[in-house]
């Protein structure tokens, strides 16, 4: 790695700046507020039109920017503080150490609503501990690419099972009174030449792929914070795109809280101003009070500017949101935080157990018998030093994590585990002879935060030979068990026959060891499923074809990218999503293309059955509901979780919709042997489509399918049903 390259990765990856000093100052200022006579009045609504009646026009527009990098200007006249932020969505970035949880891409494989509500609250309890008033998350940008960069900040590629799950991540973070910040609208699903990438992209997919995780998240998750992306959609940057901001987002989706620009994400001072941008961050580039005085002077003339209501509505949403959310006069309390470290390590480590996928295990390689003395190599360029997280702005330091290999000595030392050594793809001979013998072979491997990163998307093959590896040692041993780090699917076809036993381990934070390690050996039953599908080829992909390989991997190029602000403007990259809304495995079922892993697979050590499918009536109308029962049994031998997933079918259609979609899902622990009656409550809202002529959603009358199984293409029941009007 050259040295350039290191500058610049190290500017990404490493934490910013103590703010601790600054922050304190902001602390003591929330003191001072509660002291101004306008707090004492009744209402959010009092409080913030005191304030609009006597700040200047300059303290309204100081409002509309940041400063510090991190912090949300005040203005000191009247004691309101800056509001300081942090990145993301896997834990705070900033401000010394904070827990480090999974990824978000690994929670959602949990399919676990209540454990990620548990992970929303206790990042918001570490932000109250230090001073933190807005999460920069979390992301919801569909994952339509196995290569972008940022894939493992996001949850999936279905809109249904994304917007279930960022409402209970919202809902857990605001519960603590702190903001939630849905990021990135809309579109932005590669990171190559983000700045300038024009996204093509229909009305139609918009509403049904890439809108519904942020329409969720504002109406049913209420997320006080909405973020703009750095892409341009159908002609025009996001952070000045009045269609997304104004039209869909406030007057479609009556959102009625902050839109905040992504870091260095404003182009101009008219457009973002008139299309409904409240805030531009980091600081005030285009939205200085010199640019916007001018830009109003330009627009009214001879009208007094302090009075113009363009201003005074930004001003407003800010204001309302951090009165309504506490924030403004926010108590500082004493807070135990190592016993919240302590609690939260706990949190984390439960959903990592529950995030990891069992991909193959042909067999029965897994799990090993941990009690049984025997010999096993453990090699791969991830063995002994397990990577946490992607990188980029998500990244959660973690000091010393324990590797892979570390974590299976301590937890079974009656087996022998031997440390192979290898350079890329290169075994010498010394070793060749321990993987021979050895009982079994465990190779960790996939990518680190220096392949899979913000800024630039990633190779879909694994770097530094690690297939070969697994080929060669295939030739030596046959009992192999590969072990991925990955923010997404990878390619399998060319190794895929080596391995025995494949697990998807994802960046699981700071126990990114002990819970692959209690997977392989059996302490835990593993029952993570894929929120993607994996393809068999490159190919395969429906969004390829409109997704240069060029794009892949561009590391040092492209982070030098757009240092000159005017280079931004510039158009480079038209990206057209003509596959629409055949993305994932509405594209693989549709088209009957058969995937490597389908979407929603996941293996167990035990195994489980549907059954008894019943509905309450072969027939609903209107605003009816319809109750939908079955029964789940563990038919195995030990106690296990899994996922129950409903899928709907349209058989009737006039329009093109894919082959079924997911309406919804379920996770339970059933012992050995048990069995548990489910229930699914249906209504004219899972059926509908987007109507581009109508530009509104609809619901045909006709025949339409519901198929449950524990993956998109495991299905193990199903029935029909009429819907009339």
């Known amino acids: 790695m050259n040295n350039l390259l290191k500058f610049v990765l190290h500017h990404i990856f490493t934490t910013p700046r103590d703010f ?31 304030l609009l009646s006597k700040l200047t026009i300059n303290e309204k527009i100081s409002l509309l920017s940041g400063e510090e990098m991190f912090a949300i200007s005040g203005v000191d006249r009247f004691k309101l503080p800056r509001v300081w932020t942090t990145d993301a969505s896997s834990g705070i970035r900033t401000y010394g150490k904070s827990t480090a949880f999974p990824v978000l891409l690994a929670m959602t494989a949990s399919w676990n609503k209540d454990l990620i509500l548990k992970v929303g609250e206790a990042i918001g309890e570490e932000c109250l501990s230090k001073g933190i008033s807005v999460l920069l998350g979390p992301g919801v940008n569909i994952y339509r690419v196995p290569t972008n960069g940022r894939n493992f900040e996001y949850m999936g590629e279905d809109p249904f099972l994304a917007s279930e799950l960022v409402v209970s991540y919202i809902q857990g973070l605001q519960k603590t009174g702190i903001i939630a910040t849905v990021k990135h609208f809309v579109a932005n699903n590669s990171e190559y030449k983000r700045h300038s990438t024009n996204v093509i992209v229909d009305e ?19 997320a006080k914070a909405v973020m703009s992306a750095y892409n341009l959609v159908n002609g025009v940057h996001c952070s000045e795109n009045r269609e997304l901001l104004t039209e869909v987002l406030r007057n479609k989706w009556k959102f009625d809280g902050i839109i905040i620009s992504d870091w260095d994400s404003v182009y101009s001072t008219e457009g973002p101003l008139e299309a409904g941008l409240d805030i531009e961050m980091p600081e005030a580039k285009f939205y200085t009070t010199k640019r916007i005085l001018n830009y109003l002077q330009k627009k009214h003339k001879d009208n007094n500017a302090s009075s113009f209501i363009e201003i005074d509505s930004k ?13 403004y006069g926010r108590k500082k309390e004493k807070r135990n935080f190592k016993s919240i470290l302590k609690i939260n390590n706990d ?48 990244y959660v330091h973690v000091s010393n994590p324990k590797s892979i ?30 993987i021979k013998t050895a009982d079994k072979v465990i ?5 680190t935060e220096w392949e899979e990163s913000e800024t630039f998307d990633r190779p879909w093959e694994f770097v530094q030979n690690q297939s070969k590896l697994i080929n060669k040692v295939a030739e030596l041993n046959k009992k192999i068990i590969v072990v991925v780090n990955a923010g997404g699917g990878f390619e399998t076809e060319s190794w895929i026959n080596s391995a025995e036993a494949i697990i998807h381990s994802f960046y699981l934070g700071q126990n990114a060891a002990i819970p692959v390690a209690e997977v392989i050996l059996g302490k835990v039953n593993p029952s993570g499923k894929l929120p993607f599908t994996m393809a068999k080829r490159w190919n395969d992909f429906s969004t390829v074809a409109n997704y240069s390989k060029d794009f892949l991997n561009q590391k040092i190029k492209h982070l030098k990218q757009n240092t000159k602000e005017k280079k931004r403007f510039f158009v480079s990259t038209t990206m057209r999503y003509k596959e629409g809304i055949m993305i994932g495995y509405r594209h693989f079922d549709t088209h009957e293309i058969e995937p490597q892993f389908p979407f929603g697979h996941g293996l167990s050590y035990t195994s489980f059955n549907c059954e008894k499918l019943t509905l309450n009536k072969k027939t609903f109308k209107g605003n009816e509901t319809i109750e939908v029962k079955f029964k789940v049994k563990n038919t195995g031998n ?36 048990e069995e548990k009656e489910i229930q699914f409550n249906f209504n004219k809202e899972h059926l509908q489509y987007y109507d581009p002529q109508l530009h509104q959603w609809k619901v045909e009358e006709g025949t339409f399918e519901l198929l449950i199984g524990f993956s998109s293409r495991d299905i193990r029941v199903s029935e029909r049903f009429e819907y009339k009007e």
Request: net charge positive; with cysteine.
């Open 443 to 447: 190779i960790c491997t996939g990518f």
């Open 204 to 222: 139609r997919t918009l509403h049904e792929i890439y809108f519904p995780a942020f329409k969720a998240a504002v109406q049913k998750g209420k």
């Open 20 to 50: 601790s000093e600054k922050l304190n100052v902001d602390i003591k200022l929330n003191e001072e507020i509660r002291k101004q006579d306008f707090f004492s009045l009744e209402t959010t609504e009092k409080k913030v039109e005191y």
């Open 638 to 673: 030990r106690e296990g979780k899994v996922v129950v997933q409903a899928y709907i079918r349209d058989i009737d259609s006039s329009l093109i919709r894919p082959f079924k979609e997911l309406k919804g899902f379920v996770k339970i622990t059933l012992r050995s042997r």
């Open 347 to 394: 949190i984390a480590l439960e959903i990592a157990r529950e995030s990891i996928v069992l991909l193959k295990n042909d067999g029965n390689c897994l799990p090993i018998n941990m009690m049984k003395k025997q010999n096993i190599a453990v090699l791969g360029r991830n063995a002994f030093k397990t990577p946490t997280s992607g990188g980029g702005s998500c």
């Open 315 to 327: 001003v407003r949403n800010i204001l309302k949101v951090f009165f309504a959310m506490g924030i």
């Open 405 to 434: 290999f570390e974590a299976l000595v301590e937890l079974a030392p009656n087996i022998n585990f031997i440390p192979i050594k290898t350079s890329k793809d290169k075994i010498a001979n010394k070793y060749q002879q321990q």
